[in-house]
Each structure stands twice: as C-alpha cells, then as structure tokens.
C-alpha cells in the first residue's frame, strides 16, 4: 500500500485509520501487506531500522537521495525518509497554504514505493491511496511500462475523497520526469491542469472508494467534483467498499484513553465519561441531565460546519450542549470561537488535534453531530455507534450507509433547517431515556469491524492478480 498517512505515526483523518488496520485485517484474509508512506519529520525513527540506504531517484537533473527504513509495526511499514522533502512541519502544507513542490514529495514517494518493490518486498498489487498516489500506476503505464519487474503488476486505487484531487500546473510533468503523453483528458489533464489524482482513475488496473453509496454519488455531476466523466468512463471496475474499524483502538469496553470503561451490558460507566467531559470543557451540571451533542472533524467545507453554524441559535433552544474538537481552515475555525463565544457555557470548542480527546468525546457525548456535505465513508459515526453515542448525520455517502432508522437520526437537505429538525427528533426520543437506551444498545452491537470488508479487498486482489 503506498499513502500519505498511516495511524499512528501519521493521521490528519481516516485515511491514516483505514491504512493503519486494513493491513492487519488483510493477514486474516491470507494476505502479506507492506505499507510505504513518508517519514515526515514528527516520526521518531527510534526503534525503525534503515532497511535501505540512499536509493538515487533522477527526474532529469534533480536528483533525491532517500533512505529507506522499517517500523517496528505488525507489518512492515517502510518510512521513505528524504529531510529536503519531509522532514517539514506539515504533512502538506503550512497555515493553510499547500507546499508548493508537492508534485515532487509525492513522486518521491511513489518512485521509493517501485524502489522499494524491486528490493525489499515484491508486491502482486500496488494498493495506491488517494492522489499522493496516483503516480504509481501512472509511472507503471510509462516509464516503467516494459519493466520485467512490474509487467505482472497490477494496481488498486482507492479514492477516499475526490475533493482533494493533487492539481498542478503543466510543468510539473517535466519537474517529476513523466512523460508528456499523460497529458490529455483521458489521462492526466484536468482543465489545464495535471492532476495526480486522475493518475490513479484513469492507469490503475481497479478502482474503488469507500463506501457503497459514495461510489454512486462520484459519477453524477452533484459530487463528482469534475471527476465523475471520468469515473464514468471507467465504471466498469469501480467499486465501493465500506470501511471497517479498528475495534481494538475504538470500543469503550478496552479504550484506555477514556476516564471509565462500559458495555452495553453496563452503561454506568459512560455517565462518568460524561461528567468528566462537561467538567473538562468547563459546561454546567445541567448538562448533565440534557443531551450533550459532541463534534470531532476536521473543520472545512466537506463537514457542514457552515450548517452548525447557521443552526447554532436554534440548537441552543432546544436546550442542549455541545462540544466540538477540530481544526481546519480558518474560516470554519472561526466560525466555531464565535459560537463558542456567543453561547458560553453551551457551545465549547477546542480549535486542535487530540486523539485522546476525540476519544473523551465519543464516549462522554450523547449524540454525535456529522452534517457532512458530503462523505466518502466516515468514522466517526461509526465509532460513535460503538460507544452508545447516537449519530445524527446528512444521509450522504458512507453516513448513509452506515446509519439507519433504529441506530440514529438522518436528514437529507443541505440546510440548517433541515438539521435542526433532525436534532430535534433527537432530542424528543432522549426524553424518552428507555427509548432512548434501547437505541444506544442496537448501535453498540452493530458490527462494523474490517473482517468482511478487509475479504472484499482481498477478493478484489485475487481477482486482479489472476487477471480476470
Ligand atoms: P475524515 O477522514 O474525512 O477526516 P473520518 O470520519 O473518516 O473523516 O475520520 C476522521 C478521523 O480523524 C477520526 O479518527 C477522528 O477521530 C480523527 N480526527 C479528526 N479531527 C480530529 C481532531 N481535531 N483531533 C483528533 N482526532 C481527529
Ligand atoms: C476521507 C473521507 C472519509 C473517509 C476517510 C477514510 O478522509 O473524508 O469519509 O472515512 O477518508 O476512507
């Protein structure tokens, strides 16, 4: 698997859950995963051993000496490590501004990843996530194309948002040495533009995203970003395939980073949580007796953030609290300190990135706020299903997917209105607290973990590398 992210040692959102599990899942499945990503410079190379020593890549005259190492980790996950690239404060940018040479940090990574494939372990399938990506396949279509180590080699491509796409201007092709003859709509091209995420979608042997529903979605208009002829195009081998969860880092029953542990069988212990995180986030006693809605995303367009907002006097009618944990862009950040400020002792927010918070949150909030615009997949209602957090979620993508009549609260518009009444059948059904608890238990025993879905994308492997 090549990506950007994996967790823990690199996480801005799901797309380092998903590559930091599925691995593991897949070994049950009779698979052998190796996972590549970048050693940014937040991962501690204490423990990892350099498995490979400055690997020459060339684009042209630039050249870039990387190393290669291995975590010790449940499967091998080899860090590319290159400090002039990676070893930088973000993993994509700073203050909101993206780096500007990220065409060539992600080159980088995918030239290691064939590196990496020719010496240390030799892959039947580059599973490529996302646009970070999307240069393997496109240099397997290339340069590589009549390379007697990668003829057999297929490629997967998972598209886990098509609203980061990897655009840059034309003379990045020459700065990452592809070749020229990617340039045209049904390759690379993109309003003038190279896209790295249309390597993957248009020279990947399959593709697929992550959820069902989101795979539909993708090829209409409405939520295809400008992809969706594309992705039409290329229908035939695209597929949805739901992501699961890692059970062991997400369940209140073990989650060591919650202040007490609880079951369906014995919630007692989520009202602890709960007034630990009233208390945490400064909100009254009353908040005790009335639904505490909690929010961890990242804070931008795709999440809704707009709708809470626009939402946020009615909300605090209805009597109820809530704490949020995000960061983002700016301007949505913002929009929360403003809540935040004109609703104290209601609204709280902490502008940051906590995993040991988001945990709090899931397990101490009563429901669990997802008014996305749109959602590739989403774990976070999944993870509040299991900690008997009931979700009230836009029915988009993978939320609509994952959440149904029994174990949350949907509603389809884009509008505040429209969430607002779903918050408000919310609030009604926790009136009734029986009611109530009975939804809490159907979500909790819900089973969303990677089992099935780790054999989905192992079939599709098998498939792939057996040509059919
Ligand atoms: P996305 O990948 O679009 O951000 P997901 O719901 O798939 O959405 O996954 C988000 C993941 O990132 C979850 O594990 C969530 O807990 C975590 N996360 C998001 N924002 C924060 C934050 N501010 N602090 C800690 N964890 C966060
Ligand atoms: C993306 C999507 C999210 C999905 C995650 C993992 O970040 O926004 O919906 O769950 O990837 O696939």
Redesign the pocket.
Known sequence: MVSSEAAPLAKT???A??VGALPAALRGCGDDVAVIIPRYGSIDLKGARRVYDRVPIHFGPARYDVSIYQAAEEFPLYLVDCPPLYDRKGFYGESGIDYPDNHIRFAVLARAALAAARFLFAPRIFHCHDWQAGLVPAYLRTTFATDPTFVDVKTLFTV??LGYQGLFPKTALADIALDSGVYRPDGMEFFGRVSLIKGGIAFADALNT?SPAYAREIQTPEYGFGLDGALRARGDVLTGIL?GVDYREWSPDVDPLIPANYSADDLSGKRVCKERLVGEFGLPREAMDRPLVGIVSRFTR?KGTDLIAAAAAGLVAEDLYIVALGTGDPEYEEFFRRMAAEYPGRIAALIGFDNGLAHRIEAGADMFLMPSRY?????NQIYSLRYGTVPVVRST??LDDTIEEGTGFKFAEYSGEALLAAVRVAVRAYADQELWHAMMRRGMQKDFSWRSSACAYSALYRRLAGGA
């Open positions: 959102g799901g797309l859950d998903v886990h948002n992550v992501n795709q959602e590739p997949c989403g774990l993508g993978g």
